[in-house]
């Protein structure tokens, strides 16, 4: 059963008759924030295609291996699958670093492939520590951060730990 | 900057190992390749990025976001009690996590920073315990629709892009607990 295949268009019917309920413009509201997505979109690309370049680059040299090789044992310890580990380690780094490589991940492998989906949750699931860390504590004049960064990480090693035990759970390691 | 040293080390090792590795004529076709392949991919999911936000505004403008936020308070009053005392932060930190939930990352940031500016007066620059629970609860993404994610899925042929959606939620769910817990734990033990 895939109830997601009912998540789409009940929400979509949702929030056009809810908000036409609550007397929004909701044609208005909708394309104003497609907008802003388009705005996000146009922030991300050029970001997207250094990081793809480099991306596609480690893969091809075979360094994206020998790195899978090295920490993968550990990572499959963890019960973490170990082409994703490049996408680990520039996950809290850069959004756009781990959307590169998480993108080419899913390409490789497939979209519905169990590494594709450990790749995707891994994405949704987590954030940009360093880069949150920097703004927060930057714009609020914090110098000592004393354990923020350590915490953080903890639950990003979780998030990663949890994406692959929730798909492994949700579709099996197939 | 460190995005700079990033980009070219990544550049930088993938062309040493290439000669080392005899991949060298692969790994220029690949850099070719890959931007091409971004270009591509932004614009396969260019729709779906589109629509969702629009759909997460006309989310915020019937109220939703406001709706959230009063769900939220307990809890934060409960996570931030310090902090909630004051009407202000209180309201700053719920509209932060329901824009968070909504995946309006352009109006989650400013709120929180708001917050964290409260929360940081009189600290002296060093983070109270309170700060490193604002911060760790925001380095932990909760999205209710991972949209770009799924707009990536789709883009790349998924046959049910937003299948993914509970297990995103199981594993942001277990990822903020142990965020929390370890900043309590942490917080405990960390001399100040």
């Known amino acids: 059963m895939d109830y997601s295949a009912y998540l789409v268009p009940l929400l979509l019917a949702f929030t056009a008759?809810?908000?036409?309920w609550k007397r929004v413009n909701v044609y208005d509201a909708l394309?104003?924030?497609?907008?802003?997505?388009?705005?996000?979109?146009?922030g991300i690309l050029p970001n997207l295609v250094g990081l793809m370049t480099a991306v596609y680059m480690l893969r091809a040299s075979g360094l994206m291996e020998v790195l899978g090789g090295l920490v993968g044992p550990a990572l499959a310890k963890l019960g973490i699958p170990p082409e994703t580990a490049a996408m680990l380690f520039i996950r809290p780094v850069s959004g756009s670093g781990a959307l590169a490589i998480g993108s080419e991940?899913?390409?490789?492998?497939?979209?519905?492939s169990y590494v594709g989906r450990v790749a995707a949750v891994m994405l949704g699931s987590t954030e940009t520590t360093f880069y949150t860390i920097a703004v927060y504590f930057g714009s609020a004049g914090i110098r000592k951060t004393r354990y923020a960064i350590p915490a953080a990480l903890i639950a990003d090693l979780t998030g990663f730990m949890a994406a692959a035990l929730a798909v492994r759970v949700m579709f099996g390691a197939g | 900057m460190a995005m700079a040293w990033i980009w070219t080390g990544m550049i930088a090792a993938s062309v040493a190992y290439g000669l080392f590795n005899g991949t060298i004529g692969a790994v220029g076709n690949a850099a070719m390749e890959g931007?091409?392949?971004?270009?591509?991919?932004c614009l396969s999911m260019a729709g779906i990025m589109c629509l969702w936000s629009?759909?997460?505004a006309v989310m915020k403008a019937s109220g939703l976001m406001d709706?959230?936020?009063r769900l939220f308070r307990p809890v934060l009053t409960r996570l931030l009690p310090a902090a909630c005392k004051d009407p202000d932060t209180l309201s700053a930190l719920s509209?932060?996590?329901s824009a968070n939930l909504l995946g309006l990352g352009n109006a989650a940031t400013p709120l929180g920073i708001q917050a964290a500016r409260r929360m940081a007066k009189g600290c002296g620059g060093t983070a109270s315990n309170e700060l490193c629970t604002l911060v760790v609860l925001n380095t932990a993404s909760i999205q209710l629709l991972?949209?770009?994610?799924?707009g990536v899925r789709a883009a790349l042929g998924s046959a049910s892009a937003f299948d993914i959606v509970p297990a995103v939620w199981m594993a942001s769910v277990l990822s903020v607990a142990a965020g929390l817990l370890a900043a309590k734990v942490l917080g405990w033990l960390w001399k100040r």
């Not at chain 1, 991940?105 to 519905?112: E, I, N, T």
């Not at chain 2, 931007?35 to 991919?41: G, H, S």
């Open chain 2, 67 to 69: 709706g959230l936020s």
């Open chain 1, 31 to 42: 394309s104003l924030g497609a907008k802003e997505g388009l705005d996000t979109l146009l």
């Open chain 2, 35 to 41: 931007a091409a392949a971004a270009v591509e991919l």
């Open chain 2, 95 to 97: 509209g932060n996590v």
């Open chain 1, 105 to 112: 991940l899913m390409a490789a492998h497939g979209p519905d």
């Open chain 2, 54 to 56: 629009g759909v997460m």
């Open chain 2, 146 to 150: 991972p949209t770009t994610v799924a």
């Open chain 1, 17 to 20: 008759m809810f908000g036409l």
